[in-house]
């Protein structure tokens, strides 16, 4: 039995989707905060089980029999390392025989603030005792395609990326290396630095947008605090604002780039170029 946890979120449904193809559904289990959100994999015959990390009474029945979990990493930013606490000492007590962990690419030696939660949880996984395979992923294009519709609006992409190299790949990719590892004898122990095929720096992403709009949209590179403003102007909530920021100037330090090509390996095709995912965005 494979328990995927976050089933509901983007990555998680992707990585259901992906099982499906060669794992029959009642092999699978959706572990969820909220069941209703996840009624049409329920009718597919995927199990559904309550699962919240902030609340570690329900992570026992959520990993009861479950041979192999996909731990997705939690989406609340500064709760992370206490969540994931209570997700691997749930897998512990359930016997679970291999946690597959959703990390950040080079969580070790990762310049960017969000690597720091996902530094603690590697360390609890292994002090757990619990076979585990690590999935550092690297950027979703999305992240940055989320930029797209405003970028047109205002004329100008902007960011603190500098000429930092971004290797991302779309969310799709990740998700396919997840299932892939799941699906794979022999995975314990191993570290998979995923990331894209190719990259781009944020003034190519920008000319690729100009190119597919037919708009002149340039690339504005800001000082952290100026880009932090500018999202904070844009309605961001002070902590998504900070991080994203950060975020950039992580990339201008070469944060979010891998050229080991371990993504496609694992997947077995290409990683989705940045065109394909722009001209999606753009649809």
């Keep these: 039995m494979i328990v995927v946890t976050g089933a509901s979120g983007q990555l998680g449904r992707l990585v259901i989707a992906e099982l499906l193809k060669s794992v029959a559904p009642t092999e699978i289990v959706a572990a969820v905060r909220t069941p209703a959100k996840v009624a049409d994999l329920a009718a597919k015959g995927v199990g559904v089980r309550v699962a919240d990390y902030a609340r570690p009474e329900t992570l026992d029945a959520a990993f009861a029999g479950a041979d192999k979990l996909l731990l997705i990493s939690s989406s609340e930013v500064g709760q992370r390392a206490v969540q994931h606490k209570n997700a691997i000492e749930a897998a512990k007590r359930a016997g679970v025989g291999l946690i597959a962990y959703t990390s950040i690419l080079h969580a070790d030696a990762s310049p960017l603030g969000l690597a720091d939660e996902h530094k603690a949880t590697e360390a609890m996984l292994k002090a757990s005792g619990i076979p585990h395979v690590l999935l550092r992923n690297g950027w979703y294009t999305e992240n940055y395609l989320a930029s797209v519709v405003p970028a047109l609006q205002h004329g100008a992409f902007i960011g ?17 290396a997840a299932a892939a590892v799941l699906t794979r004898p022999g995975q314990a122990g191993k570290v998979y630095e995923l990331a894209g095929d190719t990259f781009y720096t944020l003034a190519d992403l920008a000319a690729e947008l100009s190119r597919q709009s037919g708009k002149s949209v340039p690339y504005a590179n ?32 070469g944060g979010l780039f891998d050229d080991g090509h371990a993504l496609s390996g694992l997947i077995g095709r290409p990683t989705t170029p940045l065109a394909a995912s722009m001209a999606a965005a753009l649809a």
């Design 222 to 253: 800001l000082a952290e605090a100026d880009f932090k403003a500018a999202l904070l102007g844009a309605g961001l909530p002070e902590s998504l604002a900070a991080l994203l920021a950060d975020s950039d100037v992580g990339a201008s330090k």
């Design 160 to 176: 603190s990326a500098g000429t930092g190299k971004i290797a991302s790949a779309a969310r799709a990719d990740y998700a396919a």
